[in-house]
């Protein structure tokens, strides 16, 4: 009994703390990889906020916010940090972008830092090949 007090206590007290990215998380900057979608890559997390290890395993998934509206949940995969992102379903305009983490606990972290991009009007190529007759 003494010992299932102490693991709902630990529980309780990890489910409380929260995640640091000052401690080394950067969302890289993102660049197209095709028209529509965007390539991301960061540095998970490896501190709570009160300096305490953080193991990758104890993380559950990534979300990807974009002016403040979640556009992407992603999976958690140790060791892929990387991830493509289709942009087809957004508007046009400006948009700033960072990364939370969420752990099993269900802690959800502060967020990374803002990566910027802009999606402008689909236009069409201009013609080539003019010549005259």
């Known amino acids: 009994m003494k010992r299932l007090l102490q693991w709902i206590v630990a529980v309780s007290l990890l489910a409380s703390l929260t995640i640091d990215y000052d401690r080394g ?10 028209a529509g979608s965007l ?42 940090h990387t991830d493509v992102v289709d ?3 957004l508007p046009t305009g400006d948009y700033a972008c960072q ?20 999606i402008g009007p689909r236009v069409p190529m201009a013609p080539a090949g003019l010549s005259s007759i």
């Open 25 to 34: 998380f950067t969302l890289r900057a993102a660049y197209a990889q095709q």
């Open 39 to 80: 390539t991301i890559s960061w540095t998970p997390p490896s501190q709570y906020t009160d300096g305490a290890p953080l193991l990758e395993q104890e993380l559950d998934f990534y979300t990807l916010y974009c002016n403040g509206s979640e556009v992407k949940q992603i999976d958690m995969v140790i060791g892929d």
């Open 87 to 89: 942009l087809t379903g």
């Open 99 to 118: 990364l939370t983490t969420t752990t099993l606990l269900a802690a959800e972290s502060g967020p990374s830092n803002s990566i910027n991009f802009t």
